[in-house]
């Protein structure tokens, strides 16, 4: 079980993949960089398939972001 954003990175770095069930929600509008916010929580597994761990994404953000792969599509 992993239990912080370092070893969610750390693990995807290495090529092991990773996936939550934590009931993370998520907005549907996403900004200009395609993020959404968390919003809600949902009942929904989802896999991390990337890090943003920059400086600029920490300034931007308030901290590090996942890329979600989804599979309820569009």
Known sequence: ELKSFDEI???LSRGFGVFSCGSEGFD????E?????RKGSW???MAYVG???RAATHS???GPLVCVL???GV
């Open 9 to 11: 990175r750390d693990f």
């Open 28 to 31: 549907s509008v996403r900004d």
């Open 33 to 37: 960089n395609g993020v959404s916010r």
């Open 43 to 45: 009942a929904h597994a």
């Open 51 to 53: 890090a943003d761990d």
């Open 60 to 62: 931007k953000y308030g």
């Open 70 to 72: 989804n599979s309820w």
